[in-house]
């Protein structure tokens, strides 16, 4: 089973409680970005009477189950316990590395699940500064697909493909080794990817992006078609931090007793050829290309939004405050910040719905799922909120839970 979201690992836990209630013990692989190790080694293992392994990423999936496909179980077994107690003392004791992939949320555990719903019942505003709306180049939605597949690849944050999609770290490389095995190695594949994508067309990105009207009240925030002022058209209510700063993501647009401000929206995608493509390469047991394939498109997927972003910035008057330091702009060196559903901030998948109703992104081939994710999996969408004191912040503290 794998976990994007906060909610999926409640679910996790369910399922293999209904496992255990039929008797069911076969092998289980939990993953995903919203696991950590230590909930899946101490938690889950507590729960689930069957075997049960933590796949960090997608090459431990397959070394788990070629060796229970083998017979060499318990060998496996035995090493993976041994590997996660290093794992487990280290999450303890180290902090994160410089080198790491700037992370937009704390990974937290589902006993965190009920804070998050009791924390749209907090009303006090937090301390954020009033200011005047920005002026928006027009009002309503607009569809853009004349991308230049390059500069979407210019705007991959490589960090987070390497190390966090490839799983390519330095460990206990030395530096010069590490550069090495990066320039001749990881770089020559990458470029040789990107070549082949410019040929045969499976990353084909497009967007809707649009202005509206808005007004916060409280913890919500009401967002109007521009034409019909007098009535919301959609609403979207957000939670907020129970200690620090009370932050709320509303607090960050005009009060309604203000007047109007504007709420910029976005929602990219790499296109359904993209996952057709994926799904072709893993069906052909070209795993390698399969994961290289994916890995890029999705982090293509995170480099058009940063694109999108920008044009926005531009747009609203914003784009010379962008810092000019590669790694400084990747870890929101610029003027506000986006927001997406799913984390943290807003943990509401089905704000997913609101959005689709205001950018009706149908035209360039979405959809949304029953439970809300975006399809094509190569997509993602965001509120953007311009106010300079916006950036990530978690809901829950850190250690809560």
């Keep these: 089973m794998s976990g994007l979201l906060v909610k999926s690992t409640v679910i996790m836990k369910e399922n293999l409680e209904i496992l255990n209630a039929r008797g069911i013990t076969i092998p289980v692989i939990l993953g995903g970005a919203a696991l950590t190790r230590r909930y899946v080694e101490e938690d889950c293992r507590r729960v689930y009477k069957g075997r ?6 997608a090459f431990d999936d397959l070394r788990i189950m070629e060796a229970l496909a083998s017979g060499q179980w318990q060998e496996t077994e035995q090493a993976l316990s041994s590997r996660a107690e290093v794992c487990l ?6 902090p994160d590395g410089p080198d790491e992939p700037d992370e937009k949320l704390e990974i937290v555990s589902p006993a965190k699940s ?29 569809v853009v697909e004349d991308f230049d597949l390059a500069e979407v690849f ?13 799983r390519v770290r330095q460990g206990e490389l030395s530096d010069h080794d590490y550069s090495l095995l990066l320039q001749e190695k990881v770089y020559p594949a990458l470029d040789r990817l990107k070549e082949k994508l410019y040929k045969e067309r499976h990353l084909t990105p497009r967007a809707v992006y649009g202005y509206f009207p808005c007004q916060s009240r409280g913890n919500e925030l009401l967002v109007f078609e ?27 647009f005009a009060d309604e007793k203000e007047g109007f401000d504007v709420l910029p929206l976005q929602i990219v995608t790499m296109g359904m050829a993209a996952a057709s493509y994926a799904a072709e390469l893993f069906s052909s047991g070209e795993y390698a290309d399969y994961l290289y394939f ?11 939004a940063e694109l999108m972003h920008k044009r926005i910035r531009a747009e609203l008057g914003y784009a010379g405050e962008d810092s000019p330091d590669r790694r400084r702009f990747f870890q929101q060196g610029y003027r506000g910040t ?14 997913q719905k609101q959005i689709f109703a205001l950018l009706r992104p149908e035209e360039i081939g979405m959809e949304l799922s029953e439970e ?6 190569e997509s993602t969408s965001a509120f953007v909120v311009v106010h300079p004191e916006a950036k990530y912040f978690n809901i829950v503290r850190r250690g809560e839970g």
């Design 114 to 142: 009920s804070q998050l719903a009791e924390s749209t019942q907090i009303k006090i505003r937090s301390d954020v500064a009033r200011m005047s709306p920005a002026e928006p180049p027009f009002w309503g939605r607009k």
């Design 294 to 304: 994916h890995g890029l498109a999705v982090e293509s997927a995170e480099g058009l």
């Design 52 to 57: 049960l392994y933590y796949g960090q990423d």
């Design 226 to 252: 521009p034409d019909k002022l007098s009535k919301p058209f959609v609403s979207f209510t957000f939670p907020r931090q129970s200690f620090g700063r009370r932050l709320c993501i509303a607090d960050f």
């Design 338 to 351: 986006r927001f997406s559903p799913g984390y943290p901030a807003c943990p509401e998948l089905e704000s």
């Design 89 to 94: 003392n280290q999450e303890s004791d180290e």
């Design 372 to 377: 809300y994710q975006l399809v094509p999996e």
């Design 154 to 166: 210019s705007f991959i944050n490589e960090t987070s493909l390497i190390k966090g999609q490839y």
